[in-house]
């Protein structure tokens, strides 16, 4: 079957590890992988240009992890990490002081930047540089566009029209901050009043992507920030068409359990649109299929097991599962449980 | 006093670090530097873009010497190096597998880079590199403009005019080597036919380059190679006027002793272009000012002392001193001999 999996960078990581954990088990092909096809649409808003390199943080937490790469304690970036160059790039003051790339990701970007540099769109770079890996998942940027995410946040507006589409990050006095420097740096403390992405009228999804929500036997939401990954996927122009259009069920799985993120910080951004951190609220905010919302189906945890009713009464068929991914194990499971719910 | 320096990469770097020990100890500013003022026009066609980073290797010979952190038994890069990066970038299929980046080199070409693409010239983003050490000499590269040597060998031709302007460094079947792929890659062992820079006719000395030789008191031509260093520093358009028109007399010192290059493979270069690699057929080649060539005077090692005398009846007079650089102090003594021939 053709699994659609629609992500941000580390809960979508951890939830297609156990679709592929999955896929193996259920549908093995015989030589270790699987006849299942899954593909994952991710998130680009996070995005950035930084000291040279073109830095796309959720492609590569998920590339990292299906390449059992990742570093499981601190929870991103590479296992064995080191930090020589930027070490050496804080001596010559350049970059951000407070975003620290590792070595060996910088290996990624600089492959990647090099790849753009010679033409390559980021779909093709993506796919070059996966190819390094057995990840038994295909990685699709939901668009080539660069669309960086950027936060309204107090003190700053949105006077400077120009910074919003020349592609330098947009950031300084008056204008929103790119949302890594709110983010990593700020640790989205600041209140966000909103969000805006550059340039993204223009954007197209990237080739494949429509494709894939298409031949989707089953489309999957993964429990990602629902605001800054999710949204921002959706946001992309001819996204939401191609779901509303696909034939396959749109299966969602909660990224909150009893009112509280299970990591980042997408409470912070929640608030910023008006919605409650809440399994339910979440559901209600992406809204029922059949009224013209995005999902068929919507999976949460057992201790928000109440808000099953309400959220089935807003038309969104409602399965309550052990949301948390605490090893590939309990991820496989879920990834079957979100399947299930879909040929229900 | 000002002493200009023309020079290339490793063995400019050790003649830069004698001359500055020698001005530190015979015109000392009371402070541990000097009252001198010394500058290096450092040749660029060495440089390339490369995996997306814009490299320098006579800039940071220098640098790295001038700071003290350079490698001095490699004789190359910097000490205490690492080389985490390449390792990935080798693994994503991307640069060139036989020029190694260190780590902390991949840090100083990022920083350029970095400058560089948010518009900088490469003058000022050297400026602004070099600025993290005490280097007592400032380094200038000979010009801004992209002037890439090429090399043309056998089974090579210029028939893609093209692949010489575009900047993509123009290697591939029937156009001229990359000087760092015959150089580093093939180690200078394929017969070069010649040498070209890319758009030179274009160049123009970078700023600061045509004052440090009208203002210098002494120019010395460092023992570097007399080709794609020196000779790349000459080919600038306006460098020869400069230097022709300079007050201050300039002295060479010679990267030949005994018929052998001290350190690199000159002699490669040399015979591409029908130069006997001698003391004297260098000085030859340089020719006298007097006769509309470059030197007024030449420092030739005691092994040479026998073509002391037909240099001279060239017109270029003629020192016979130690050469060889074992370390600061004779380095120091050769840079006094040069200054001292200058005086007389």
Same mark, same amino acid.
């Given at each position: 079957m053709q699994i659609t999996v629609l992500s941000g960078g580390v809960g979508g990581a951890r939830f297609l590890r156990g679709v592929r954990a999955w896929a193996r088990e259920v549908?093995?092909?015989?030589?270790?992988?699987?006849t299942d096809t899954i593909t994952a649409i991710v998130n680009t808003g996070d995005d950035m240009w930084l000291t040279g390199l073109r830095i796309t943080p959720d492609l590569d937490s998920i590339m990292y992890t299906l390449a059992g790469a990742n570093d499981e304690v601190r929870g991103? $970036?590479?296992? *064995?990490?080191?930090e020589r160059v930027s070490g050496e790039l804080r001596a010559y003051g350049v970059?951000?002081?407070?975003f620290t790339l590792g070595d060996l990701d910088i290996g990624t970007h600089l492959a990647r930047s090099s790849f753009l540099r010679e033409g390559m769109t980021l779909s093709e770079a993506t796919q070059r540089i996966t190819a390094?890996?057995?990840?038994g998942v295909t990685l699709l940027?939901?668009?080539?566009?660069?669309?960086e995410t950027l936060v309204l946040v107090?003190?700053?507006?949105?006077?400077?029209?120009d910074s919003l589409v020349d $592609?330098?990050? *947009?950031?300084?006095?008056g204008t929103p901050l790119h949302f890594q420097e709110w983010w990593t740096r700020h640790r989205a403390a600041i209140p966000a009043r909103g969000f805006v992405q550059n340039n993204v009228e223009q954007a197209v999804p990237a080739p494949g992507v429509v494709e894939a929500i298409a031949a989707a036997d089953v489309v999957l939401v993964a429990?990602?920030?629902?605001?800054v990954s999710i949204g921002t996927v959706l946001g992309i122009p001819g996204i939401r068409e191609a779901l509303a259009g696909a034939s396959a069920p749109i299966i969602g799985i909660s990224p909150i359990i009893n009112g509280s993120?299970?990591?980042?910080?997408?409470d912070a951004c929640l608030s910023a649109i008006g919605v409650e951190t809440s399994a339910q609220a979440v559901a209600e905010h992406y809204g029922s299929r059949s009224a013209?919302?995005?999902?068929d189906a919507w999976l949460i945890d057992e201790v928000d097991a109440p808000a099953a009713s309400p959220i089935e009464a807003a038309g969104i068929a409602t399965s309550v599962v052990?949301?948390?991914?605490?090893?590939v194990p309990t991820s496989a499971a879920l990834a079957g449980a979100a399947i299930a719910a879909a040929t229900r």
């Open positions: 549908h093995p092909d015989g030589a270790g992988g699987t991103w $970036g590479r296992v *064995g990490e080191t970059g951000w002081p407070w390094r890996w057995d990840l940027p939901v668009t080539d566009s660069e669309v107090d003190g700053h507006s949105l006077v400077d029209g $592609g330098d990050n *947009g950031i300084g006095e429990p990602s920030n629902p605001v993120v299970v990591r980042g910080m997408a013209g919302g995005l999902l052990p949301l948390w991914m605490r090893d």
